[in-house]
T-cell receptor, first 114, second 112 residues
Framework: DGGITQSPKYLFRKEGQNVTLSCEQN?????MYWYRQDPGQGLRLIYY???????QKGDIAEGYSVSREKKESFPLTVTSAQKNPTAFYLC?????????????FGSGTRLTVV | QKEVEQNSGPLSVPEGAIASLNCTYS??????FFWYRQYSGKSPELIMS????GDKEDGRFTAQLNKASQYVSLLIRDSQPSDSATYLC????????????FGKGTTLSVSS
């Protein structure tokens, strides 16, 4: 079945540590996105990529980095510069569904600083 | 002014009633509008998209768009307890390709 796979589901980070969140899709979608969600809040755009080897900063890119070397993969690195990384991270790709051109989301990674 | 605004709720309706969720947006260049449903601890799932002024119906859901007023709404008819969730309004940002900007969501509670 086609879809978006995020891993790990839960991730614990120590202070000052970089961690990488994985996002893989087998939907053959060109565009991929990373969002962050804090409790009781909506989704905030971190980075997005419309095509391989190209990506743009979203609204809260500071302290994060991405790469897009393959169409299927869009990993997000949370660096030590991100002072408050505890959140629910969602990866999405652009889908054409019977309901229109909305996103398909992965199941998310919950990151906690310990 | 926030790009996408929603009342946070909670919105409480009895089973079988109509739930009405509202959203306003600030970017007049936006062309695509979406409603997502998110259950607690889960990722959002797309329930409706709308691109033109007027109403769009899909089963128990109706999306309404008024670009002149920069207003999008979602009506849920015959509300069920399983509809209890947070509903997120999303709008494309005209200068950011296909990137969507989300509101903070409205929490709906349907009581049986």
């Amino acid at each position: 079945d086609g879809g978006i796979t995020q891993s790990p589901k839960y991730l614990f980070r120590k202070e000052g540590q970089n961690v990488t969140l994985s996002c893989e899709q087998n939907l053959n979608h060109d565009a991929m996105y990373w969002y962050r969600q804090d409790p009781g809040q909506g989704l905030r755009l971190i980075y997005y990529s419309q095509i391989v080897n190209d990506f743009q900063k979203g609204d809260i890119a500071e302290g994060y980095s991405v790469s897009r070397e393959k169409k299927e993969s869009f990993p997000l690195t949370v660096t030590s510069a991100q002072k408050n990384p505890t959140a629910f991270y969602l990866c999405a790709s652009r889908a054409a569904t019977q309901r229109g051109y909305g996103y398909t989301f992965g199941s998310g990674t919950r990151l906690t600083v310990v | 002014q926030k790009e996408v605004e929603q009342n946070s709720g909670p919105l409480s309706v009895p089973e079988g009633a109509i739930a009405s969720l509202n959203c306003t947006y600030s970017d007049r260049g936006s062309q695509s509008f979406f409603w997502y449903r998110q259950y607690s601890g889960k990722s959002p799932e797309l329930i409706m998209s709308i691109y033109s002024n007027g109403d769009k119906e899909d089963g128990r859901f109706t999306a309404q768009l008024n670009k002149a007023s920069q207003y999008v709404s979602l009506l849920i008819r015959d509300s069920q307890p399983s509809d209890s969730a947070t509903y997120l309004c999303a709008v494309n940002r005209a200068q950011a390709g296909t990137a969507l900007i989300f509101g903070k969501g409205t929490t709906l509670s349907v009581s049986s």
